[in-house]
């Protein structure tokens, strides 16, 4: 199972072997949940089913004396793949790598909104373990690991003779801390803009010799802490989390990281640019919406002012359709905001990402389109400002922010693929 889902009604024939999920296991049930999205998540099963798969693979494609798969393939779907450092787990076909206990494990996860489930098979020791919730709870942490680890400690404890290494006199601290984004993230698609929020930033922590990273926190909730004990790669402290940095052909720096078994499937590559980084971003962003807002706030105001002290405002015919194209331009450009997060907050339904939605963001791109066609009508309302020597300092620099505004969000539009024509993702 993975990623959610639209909702419908639970199948006669699944009721009596197929969990209600919940969001609280003190909810009521929720609907069965159905993904459109193939093939991630388009699959539903028992976990009598998982148990017949998860034996096929143990013995190698073979299950109750029939052969499912060819051993060649087996093996080769179970094999790890090339690209990852060796100290750290790797991709395999299908499965992610771990280890745990001296013990080299394969596996898979899957998530919808109710559901959480994953699958681990210990090969040397022809065994495997299949856990899946109905239900997150309120908790903040994902246990299936953490359930996983204490169920390695009891049924396959660590060998005392694999001692681990101790920390060494770190030197390359300074050479892994900065930002790292996930190579794991849409490119080409307006789904691009997460790729922005999924930012890591890689710390040091200067009393202790070592380095944390962002969003990695412990059972405590606090940041994990991770020391050197070879060249480049990190063990964490009093625990089993590894990080090893390397170098790709353009000497870019990459991140691979064990955290948990999802984790293989993803390595953070630096951000090397400060126009990918949150922080730019975030700042460009503050600006231009707090500009563009006040804007739109202030004109009704001063609209009321003007009206309780009787002044009005002398404009020619030109400058007030001037004034109200530059309205209706930061208008597009907050209703475009407005729509884009109430689409975003639909997306925990991922059958949302489907021709259902064509229309709506369709409507959202015109009124991106709107805004940044303007954007050069707010530029020559604001030179003109500046060519009239009768207007206030105020108006002027106020009306250069405006500018300024409108042209950083377009670029942010653009530059994060947001009015992308092509809605095939």
């Not at 499965?95 to 489930?117: D, K, M």
Request: proline share 4%.
């Amino acid at each position: 199972m993975n990623n959610s889902t639209f909702e419908q009604p639970l199948p006669n024939r699944f009721k009596a072997s197929m969990s209600c999920g919940y969001l609280l296991g003190s909810d009521n049930p929720k609907p069965f949940e159905l993904l459109q999205v193939a093939p991630a998540g388009s699959l539903s099963s028992t976990a009598v089913d998982m148990s017949h798969f998860m034996i096929m693979h143990l013995q190698k494609g073979l299950y109750k004396g029939i052969r499912i798969l060819k051993p060649e393939t087996s093996i080769q779907m179970q094999a790890r793949q090339k690209g990852w450092p060796k100290a750290i787990n790797a991709m395999c076909l299908g499965f992610y790598e771990q280890s745990r206990n001296g013990y080299r494990i394969i596996g898979h996860e899957g998530n919808t909104v109710l559901f959480h489930s994953n699958i681990y098979l210990i090969l040397d020791a022809n065994t495997g373990l299949f856990i899946s919730y109905n239900s997150a709870g309120d908790s903040k942490l994902d246990l299936r690991d953490n359930l996983f680890n204490k169920f390695m400690d009891r049924y396959f404890p660590e060998d005392s003779k694999n001692e681990a290494k101790l920390p060494i006199e770190s030197s390359n601290i300074q050479h892994v801390i900065g930002t790292y984004g996930p190579s794991r993230c849409c490119e080409t698609t307006f789904l691009r803009i997460f790729k922005l929020f999924q930012e890591i930033k890689v710390v040091d922590n200067f009393e202790e010799h070592s380095i944390s990273i962002t969003g990695f926190n412990g059972l405590n909730q606090k940041p994990l802490h991770f020391k050197e004990i070879e060249p480049l790669i990190f063990q964490e402290v009093d625990g089993k989390a590894k990080i090893a940095f390397v170098q790709d052909v353009k000497g870019h720096r990459i991140a691979h990281i064990n955290y948990d078994i999802h984790y293989p499937s993803v390595a953070f590559q630096e951000v090397d640019t400060i126009f990918d980084k949150q922080s730019f971003n975030f700042i460009l962003l503050g600006f231009s919406l707090s500009v563009l807002m006040c804007t739109i706030v202030a004109w009704p105001i001063s609209a009321v002012i003007r009206k309780y002290s009787k002044k009005s405002l002398i404009l020619s015919p030109n400058e007030k359709k001037l004034r109200i194209l530059v309205y209706f331009i930061c208008l597009s450009f907050l209703s475009y905001i407005v729509g884009m997060i109430v689409f975003v907050s639909m997306l925990s339904d991922f059958s949302i990402l489907s021709e259902r939605s064509d229309i709506y963001l369709r409507m959202l791109q015109l009124l991106a389109l709107i805004g940044i066609l303007g954007s050069f009508v707010v530029i020559y309302n604001s030179i003109k400002y500046w060519a009239d020597k009768q207007e206030c300092v105020w108006k002027k620099l106020w009306n250069t922010f405006l500018a300024i505004a409108c042209v950083g969000f377009s670029w942010f539009i653009y530059h994060w693929n947001l009015l992308d024509f092509s809605l095939k993702y």
